[in-house]
């Protein structure tokens, strides 16, 4: 996107939008087609936890190789095996199959993410970007390509599954032209001229406070594990509970993608809103979208409260989210592949471990009460760690 005076967009943003569809496009066509031979919840929740740890495991042992060998390098060497992945995908038929594909694309998007992260971070930090529109910019170009990932994944699963791959094969072939031809002419940092606007520096006093930025990290890093469960376990096992309440699996998508369009909102408010930054009381009130959502999940039995449900699940991943992604990356330290690779982890354990516990519950009450319980449940812990690193960063400050 451009402006008279510059560009707000590049071309990685782009890269990072067409690869989010592509990743809702492989998982949303994991659990349909999961659903539809007829998964257990559990069953469900335990390929998606498999694939999950691969994936946490790629991000934080290749996925800072960005910072030794070059970002640009890297994102060449894994969209080349993406072409082999999308391959498999092509001849997947059976559960065997969707259990190799899943363990096989888990480790490219487990290492990928990190690189673009790493790669944007550092080369806008040099160019001189306001550090809240760097993460801002980025997660909005992910947070709009996973909209039509997930909303077009199961009825495609359904009705046109080659296309899903062929999407994949294109989008590689693409990339890896596109990442080639920008590496020979501008090297291993992004070269773009940016609108005025992005170059306005906040001043938060946070950011000058080393040891609090770790601290923040650290705790908002937790509760994005947390606080994303329920919104992964909707992902993974909305295409499953909707078709068994009579609504076609080949719609489950447009329903299911409710979480993607409140993702999308709630990064859309905080990035043009940004009073939350380093201020703990607000960030709290914001983060009671986590029992929210298991409140609103108990009356989930129609198409519209299902979109809700999976709205208001959206939004309580993408408030810690948020967090997470602006302390994490946003360091003082050069590493920021090596910050995008724990970012990552996290990402991919949740991805596991939320719909893993949400089949367990859903298996459990047999009904979406059980993601009512886990949510409700969830925010307590939620605002128990929250306390807990407060109070222990009073204690220390008194100490001092």
């Known amino acids: 996107m451009k402006s008279t005076n510059g560009k707000i967009f590049h071309r990685y943003h782009a890269i990072s939008f067409l690869t989010s569809i592509l990743a809702y496009l492989y998982s949303t066509f994991i659990n349909s087609s999961a659903a539809k031979w ?4 559990v069953q469900i929740g335990l390929i998606n936890l498999l694939w999950s740890f691969v994936y946490a495991i790629a991000s934080i042992t290749i996925g800072h190789f960005g910072d030794k ?8 060497i894994l969209y080349t095996y993406m072409i082999l992945v999308s391959i ?13 594909f899943s363990i096989l694309q888990g480790a490219f998007f487990g290492t990928f993410f990190p690189q673009v992260e790493g790669l944007i971070a550092r080369s806008e930090k040099q160019i001189g970007i306001d550090p809240p529109s760097v993460t801002g910019r980025f997660t909005i ?21 080659s296309i899903i791959f062929l999407y994949g094969l294109v989008v590689s072939i693409a990339i890896i032209t596109i990442v080639y031809l920008d590496s020979r002419k501008y ?3 992004i070269r773009f001229k940016p609108v005025g606007k992005l170059k306005h520096k906040s001043s938060y006093e946070v950011l000058k ?28 096992d909305f295409p499953k509970l909707i078709s068994l309440a009579g609504i076609g699996l080949q719609n489950a998508g447009f329903l299911t993608v409710g979480a ?4 999308l909102i709630t990064f859309l408010c905080l990035q043009f809103w940004r009073g939350w930054v380093g201020k703990e009381g607000l960030s709290a009130l914001l983060l009671s979208v986590i029992p929210l959502s298991g409140i609103v999940a108990f009356f989930a039995k129609t198409p519209l409260m299902f979109f809700i449900t999976a709205f208001v699940a959206g939004c309580s991943y993408a408030v810690p989210y ?21 970012h990552e982890m996290v990402i991919g354990l949740l991805f596991g471990i939320g719909p893993f516990l949400g089949g367990i519950f859903l298996d459990k009450v047999n009904s979406v009460v059980g993601l009512t319980i886990l949510a409700l449940l969830i925010g307590a812990v939620t605002y128990g760690i929250q306390m807990a690193f407060n109070f222990s960063n009073k204690g220390r400050a008194v100490v001092r």
């Open 38 to 41: 007829g998964f257990s919840f």
């Open 69 to 76: 060998y070059g970002y640009k390098k890297m994102i060449i």
């Open 88 to 100: 498999v995908g092509l001849v997947t038929f059976s559960p065997t199959m969707l259990i190799v």
């Open 141 to 161: 170009s992910w947070s709009t390509g996973n909209m039509l990932g997930v909303a077009f994944g199961p009825y495609l699963t359904v009705r046109a599954r």
């Open 187 to 189: 090297g291993n940092l």
């Open 209 to 236: 406070d080393v040891q609090r930025m770790k601290r923040l990290r650290l705790e908002y890093r937790i509760i994005l594990l947390l606080g994303g469960i329920v919104y992964t376990a909707v992902l993974a």
């Open 260 to 263: 993607n369009i409140g993702v």
């Open 322 to 342: 948020t967090f997470a992604i602006f302390y994490g990356l946003l360091s003082e330290e050069e590493g920021q592949g090596k910050q995008g690779a724990i």
